[in-house]
């Protein structure tokens, strides 16, 4: 099976749940994989932002990695969140990572320190040729404070082991010129739920997702309505979940899935620190948008 059908469609940024205590929550973490897959989801992928893996220790990753492996068994891809703004510790990193059970590595842009397009150039050119996995670009300025430009990603593209990007600019005018100019097997995936539908009707591959970890039903048919180009369909099932993206990501991520998960007995709504759950007017919004989507 190719990368470009492994990887289209629907994908979930898995969350990480927490105890009451801030220890992981491996039960729960089995029963969302389980309640991932069984909705019809592509691919999951682990320790992202979503999996707040910032804030996980090495050790608490592993567990993860093998947590997810197990229940997964196979029956989906699985991919891997692997990025910082140390290069060479990333590149470290990725040479002594036991990477069983995994198909690719999903890398963000280093973030805090800003570096230039030649400096973005030059990170993922060294993690590409340290990863013994095929990679994935993650541009979501909005959370590192640098953009990719298109032309760093068309560049990225010539790459013999770089084979996507996750965009997550927002930029219409930037995905727009990476989709027009790109190689035929360098995929383009959308890194933002709200605006997938659109995406997916100018080229993108699908989606990597955070509202799946919640309704992976619906979305992953909403993605495969749209890639098969039955927009009509695919319209009804973006409307029908416009408002709880919007809700999930009111008081910021992974608070607000983790607050759907919650009411459906999926874990707990425990975040970790810095993070905070949402507020209580945002918390009433998802109790009743979850009650009028049980109708």
Do not use: W
């Not at 990695?65 to 990025?83: D, S």
């Not at 590409?128 to 760093?152: C, D, F, K, M, Q």
Request: charged fraction near 20%; charge should be negative; hydrophobic fraction near 40%.
């Amino acid at each position: 099976m190719s990368l470009i059908e492994k990887f289209a469609g629907t994908g979930v940024a898995i969350v990480t749940p927490f105890n009451s205590d801030s220890t992981i929550d491996f039960n729960a973490l089995t029963q969302i994989v389980n309640h991932i897959i069984e909705g019809g989801c592509e691919y999951i992928v682990v320790l992202g932002t979503t999996g707040e893996s910032v804030t996980l220790s090495s050790e608490e990753k592993k567990l993860v990695m093998r947590c997810v492996v197990e229940v997964t068994k196979n029956r989906v891809a699985l991919m891997l969140g692997m990025g910082g703004n140390n290069t060479q510790e990333l590149v470290s990193q990725l040479k002594s990572t036991d990477f069983t059970g995994f198909s690719a590595v999903l890398s963000v842009s280093p973030y805090y320190n800003k570096p230039n397009q030649e400096g973005i150039y030059k990170h993922y050119v060294s993690v590409a040729e340290a990863s013994p996995l095929p990679v994935l670009l993650y541009n979501v300025p909005g959370r590192t404070g640098a953009n990719i430009a298109a032309e760093t990603t068309l560049r990225l593209a010539a790459h013999k082991n770089i084979f996507g990007i996750k965009e997550a600019s927002g930029n219409l005018d930037q995905c727009m010129d990476i989709l027009n100019q790109k190689p035929s097997d360098f995929m383009v995936i959308s890194g933002d739920d709200a605006l997938t539908l659109p995406f997916i009707a100018l080229g993108m591959n699908g989606v990597i997702s955070v509202v799946a970890n919640a309704y992976p039903q619906i979305y992953s048919a909403m993605t495969r309505h749209a890639l098969e180009g039955d927009f009509k369909s695919a319209r009804v099932l973006h409307y029908k979940l416009l408002q709880t993206i919007k809700n999930m990501f009111a008081d910021g991520s992974p608070g607000g899935v983790k607050a759907y998960l919650n009411l459906m007995n999926l874990g707990e709504e425990k975040v970790r620190e810095p993070l905070e759950n949402v507020g209580e007017q945002t918390k009433a919004k998802i109790i009743k948008d979850y009650k009028s989507l049980l109708n």
